[in-house]
């Protein structure tokens, strides 16, 4: 299962690392903020070289996060994670629509080309 979310940065937590039975590991987790009606804060992990893209953030950036949700039982208690396998920083520029200065310009007469017959592909 493949899930996506945008929200900005909140907090950058400290990366883990340790030895394991197939050897050194690292983890990173931040948390982000949604901007619905609701906002909800959300905690990610990253693992291994996504554990390096975490590092990159500032608080206060911008993204669109695609994860996978993953539970595990442990004793009897079940753990959820949310593991983050794409982090994309959102810009301005991403998806705004043109403002009224940066609007297309109108078409005139002289920017239609004239109407011939020679224009006939057969």
């Known amino acids: 299962m493949s899930l996506?979310?945008?929200?900005?940065?909140?907090?950058?937590l400290q990366e883990q690392t340790g030895e394991g039975r197939n050897g050194k590991w690292v983890k990173q987790d931040f948390v982000i903020e949604t901007s619905d009606q609701y906002p909800k804060?959300?905690?990610?992990?990253?693992?291994?070289?996504?554990?390096?893209d975490v590092?990159?953030?500032n608080v206060g950036d911008s993204l669109l996060v695609s994860f996978n949700v993953e539970s595990r039982?442990?004793?009897q208690k079940w753990y959820t994670d949310l593991k983050a396998w794409?982090?994309?920083k959102n810009t301005q520029?991403?998806?705004s629509q043109p403002t009224q200065n940066e609007s297309i310009p109108p078409l005139?007469?002289?920017d239609i080309p004239p109407e011939t017959d020679?224009?006939?592909p057969f």
Do not use: R
Not at 42 to 52: L, R
């Open 4 to 12: 996506e979310i945008e929200g900005k940065v909140v907090n950058v």
């Open 41 to 52: 804060k959300v905690c990610f992990t990253t693992w291994g070289d996504k554990a390096a």
């Open 55 to 57: 590092k990159k953030l």
């Open 73 to 75: 039982e442990y004793n």
């Open 86 to 88: 794409k982090i994309v």
């Open 93 to 95: 520029g991403n998806k």
């Open 108 to 110: 005139s007469e002289n």
């Open 118 to 120: 020679e224009d006939l």
